[in-house]
């Protein structure tokens, strides 16, 4: 994961409220290599081969092997996370996604960065739920590559943990 040059926003979780609708920043740009590709290929047994044969790629609609969208998507917490630190969470969860789309490929090789912006700000029993707004730019093409909002809840105590259980 790349190193931010910026330190992360800090916020307790009680301030997460107030920064609805706001932007929270732009991550690093990092590269999508065949590598990764390949292990998210073989993880999801998604092994098309528009991600993981270069060669029958070449012949394909894209000129080359790109990226799955669901790799794409799943950058967002690393993008997060370099991005915001919540203090005061003792546990924080991604809760699911809206609207996801993938207007235009990554292509292997290719530089990604995510714009994250807040969305609703929402209480939850035992904490609050955030909306994230995220929109994955593909260096050098002006479509994205994904875009998506994404929910996480950040909880001030773990779930179940007072009562013993297991908080699942």
């Known amino acids: ?18 920064l609805a609708g706001k932007p929270l920043g732009v991550s690093s740009w990092r590269e999508v290599t065949q590598d990764e590709v390949n ?28 990226a799955h969208g669901f790799l794409t998507l799943g950058m967002f917490t690393g993008m997060l996370y370099e991005l915001l630190e919540v203090t005061g969470a003792a546990l924080i969860l991604n809760y699911g996604t809206n609207r996801v789309r993938f207007p235009a490929p990554v292509p292997t090789g ?19 739920q955030v909306e994230f707004r995220v929109t994955v730019e593909v260096d ?3 479509k994205p590559a994904c875009a ?4 996480f809840r950040y909880y001030r ?12």
Do not use: C
Not at 4 to 10: N, R
Not at 50 to 64: K, Y
Not at 110 to 128: L, N, Q, S, T, W
């Open 110 to 128: 290719a530089r990604v960065r995510g714009h994250i912006d807040y969305g609703k700000v929402e209480d939850v029993p035992g904490g609050v």
């Open 157 to 168: 105590e773990v779930p179940g943990a007072a009562a013993g259980g297991s908080g699942a």
């Open 39 to 66: 292990q998210f290929a073989e993880a999801t047994g998604d092994r098309q081969w528009i991600h993981v044969d270069p060669e029958a790629a070449r012949n394909g609609p894209f000129g080359h092997t790109v």
């Open 1 to 18: 994961m790349p190193e931010s040059a910026v330190p992360p926003q800090t916020v307790d979780i009680g301030d997460l409220r107030d």
């Open 148 to 151: 998506a909002e994404i929910l």
């Open 140 to 142: 050098g093409n002006p």
